[in-house]
Structures are given as C-alpha cells and as structure tokens.
C-alpha cells in the first residue's frame, strides 16, 4: 500500500470517537422488507439499537415510526452509468489479516455499498434485504448536509457570513452562553458550550435533549460554557439541530423544501427522499435524512463538483467547500460538519455505519450504510477505514 493510501487509512481510523469490542464470527442478517410494515418496532430507540431485525426495520422505515417531511426528486435524474469492475480479488488489510469484499459486506453488516468514480459505478452491492429503491436513516451525514445549506443561505443572501453571531438568527438564545458563539463555531463543534454525547449512556444530553425546538434551545442556552468559544472541539449534535434552525430562520423556510430546491431536483437525485423533523416543527439540522444508496452517492458527487450544479449554477459560494473542509483550530480532522482525512479526502459520517467517502484527488465517491450493532465501534471503523483505503488504491492505480 502506497504512503498516501496508508495515511488515508490512518486519518480515517481517527474520525469518530471509538469504543472497544471484538468482532464474533457472524452470520449473514436479513429482514424482508416486504414484511417491515407488520414488524415495525414498538420499544426501544434508535440509540439503543444493535444487531436484531428491529434495528434494520428501524432503518429503513424512518418515516413509519417518526416525524418526517417528503423531499421530491424532479424530472430530470443525473445519470450514473454502470462500468461495472471486477471485485473477485479485491482484499484489504487490518492489522495481519487479509479480507475480501464478502468479509466486509458481513462483517461490518452492510446494507448497501456504493463505489462511483469519474461518475460511473464500478460496484453497487446490498445486503440486510435493502435494494436500490430502499430508503435508509443517514445518521448524522444529514450534518453534512445542513453545510451545505448554510453555505446556499450565503450565496443567496439569506445569511452574512459563518462569522455572524448565532443569536443573529436565533435571538431565543441572547443571555445565554451562545451569545459570543458564531455560526463558524457551531459549525466545527466548538461552541465551549457543555455538552454530552455519550450515546451508550440513555442521560446523555443527545439521548435525553427535548425534541421540540423550542425546547430545545432552551435547554441548551442552560448550559454551561466549559470553553472559549472556538478553542475546543466537543461532538454537539443538539448544536448542528441549531445550525438547522438558523438557516430555517434565515431563508424563512424549511430545510425539507430548501435542499429540495437547491439540491435535489436541480442536481436530479433519482427518488423521493425525507427528514425527519422536531416533531411538527423543523427538521433536525444534525441528523435523518432517509434516502436511497444511490442518492447519498449523488450527495457526494454534488459535494466533489465544489456545490455547483452540471449547467454551471453555483448554489453554495465559491470557496465554500474549500474551508468546510479545511481543518478548524478545535479539532484537525473536523471542518464545517465533515470529517477529515488528513490529506484531500473528506467524509459525512453516522453512527451505526454510515458513511460518504469523498476524494477529489481521484476523483472517487463511496456510499455506504450499514446497521452496526453498536453506534460506534474501534474496529467496524478500522475495517471501514481500510476498505476506503483499498478500493481508492485499487482504483487509482
């Protein structure tokens, strides 16, 4: 492996907060999707799924169990043509193990895996009973998606500047520790406001935040600041369902209809889409979009294309992505609600396994999701980290 490809791996290693399990020999999952209806869970929670067929159905029929808002596809779809590659030898290495492209589907308990590069498909697989119509919950990559919103907001006057104050648009929280926070802070994580994202722990702050929104800025401007603002990075996702609501408040719209107008139609992602909202209120900057694999996978090319649509129409500002991905002073691997890798590459990233893997350098795009059996885990990362890592070798080269 190439120095290049290792560091990737190694960047990526270091992208979520890690807990420590060991992988048991497993069995392939399944839950049939023409009975998910019928077998909709009625206990637990997202936080507290892992490993049986409630969590898949959970998965895969968000909008059946919770507050959503429709997103539209239009008429025009961008298309991704199939130039299919051979992944018969394909292996990658963790630690002093070799593994192939069934060990990771099984392993790492896939859903869908989506591979684009220079716009084509070079391999599109599903397990867990999903297929290319399946919507699938995407966990925070939806941060990555209110980026991008707020950058539209930018480019189309709605909003200043990251530089603007957060109580600029959210005027609730004036008195509170977010009066000196500014849109740049919420949007790299380091508010300095207290914050608990334990999602192991259901008295965490995120297993525990109010679901109104309303409520919710109210228990946030309680909190305590442990920090000057900018300084240290701290996992928020009560303050990304902020940065949601700032751009709601902005645009004077909801993020449903603005990412259906800015991105989604004009960019031709191919099926209809959801998020999941605050209940009647606005929809959750921080997390839920449910979409098909091959939508995500547009998601990342729209990114890669630096947020501008195939007829040359800049929806977010020029630059934009440049510093949403350029790391913040609180945290090297994090910019505006991405990932990063350490070199060019960036990723959204959720708990329980999903993922968008994004290299403009090679021009590469890879989709996944997944139903880990634990929100997040050191060695499901390790083998996500390593299978980039290879398939971007074995393309490259």
């Not at 963790?94 to 392993?107: A, E």
């Not at 009647?280 to 947020?307: P, Q, S, V």
Request: with cysteine.
């Amino acid at each position: 492996m190439s120095s290049r490809k290792t560091a990737i791996t190694r960047a990526i290693l270091a992208l979520c907060v890690f807990t420590s399990f060991t992988l048991a020999a497993q069995t392939p999952r399944y839950a049939d999707p023409a009975l998910d209806l019928q077998n909709l869970p009625t206990t637990g929670s997202a936080l507290s799924a892992g490993g049986n067929d409630d969590q898949i159905i959970r998965f895969r029929n968000w909008a059946a169990l919770y507050p959503t808002r429709e997103i539209r596809s239009g008429e025009h779809t961008l298309a991704l043509p199939d130039d299919f590659v051979d992944f018969s030898d394909f292996r990658y290495n963790v630690g002093n193990q070799s593994y192939s492209l069934d060990d990771y589907m099984l392993r790492n308990h896939v859903g869908g895996l989506l591979v684009i590069k220079n716009g084509e498909i070079k391999l599109e697989r599903y397990g867990l009973g999903n297929n290319d119509e399946s919507l699938w919950v995407s966990f925070s990559m939806a941060k990555s998606v209110t980026s991008m919103l707020l950058g539209a907001a930018i480019q189309d006057g709605y909003i200043e500047s990251v530089d603007d104050k957060v109580t600029d648009y959210l005027p609730r929280l004036k008195g509170s520790s977010y009066d000196q926070v500014t849109l740049r802070n919420v949007l790299q994580m380091s508010s300095g406001v207290q914050w608990n994202e334990d999602y192991a722990d259901l008295r965490s702050d995120v297993a525990t935040a109010p679901n109104n929104v309303m409520d919710l800025m109210r228990f946030l401007g309680s909190k305590e600041r442990v920090a000057a603002p900018g300084e240290v990075f701290n996992y928020n996702t009560g303050e990304t369902n902020l940065v949601g609501a700032a751009v709601r408040a902005a645009i004077g719209n909801n993020l449903s209809t603005y990412l259906e107008n800015k991105i989604w139609q004009p960019w031709g992602m191919e099926s209809d889409a959801n998020w999941a909202t605050h209940g009647n209120a606005g929809e959750r900057g921080g997390c839920c979009i449910n979409a098909t694999l091959r939508d995500y996978g547009r998601l990342g090319m729209f990114a890669l294309n630096d947020g501008v649509l195939a007829d040359g129409t800049r929806i977010v500002p020029e630059g934009y992505m440049a510093e949403a991905i350029n790391p913040s002073s609180g945290n090297p691997g994090y910019g505006y609600l991405w990932w990063l890798s350490g070199d060019d590459s960036y990723s959204a990233i959720g708990i329980y396994g999903q993922g968008i893997y994004i290299n403009p350098e090679s021009d590469l795009v890879i989709a996944v999701i997944s139903a880990w059996t634990t929100a997040v885990g050191r060695e499901y990362s390790q083998h996500r980290g390593a299978f980039y890592a290879a398939i971007d070798e074995m393309l490259t080269d």
